[in-house]
């Protein structure tokens, strides 16, 4: 998983979005950034999946 959030948040290091990693680190009580946004297609894929 480290492998996949690296390389993810190498694709978006200091974009406008969130990188996975940072969204990855809110659910385990991390601080969001300020000032970014969800990517509107990741939005739409994790509304998309199926509730647990």
């Not at 990693?21 to 297609?41: Q, S």
């Amino acid at each position: 998983m480290k492998a996949l959030q690296r390389r993810v948040d190498a694709l978006d290091r200091g974009g406008r979005y969130l990188t996975l990693g940072e969204v990855l680190d809110h659910l385990d009580r991390g601080d969001l950034p300020e000032g970014r946004a969800v990517n509107p297609v990741l939005k739409a894929c994790l509304a998309a999946l199926p509730d647990a």
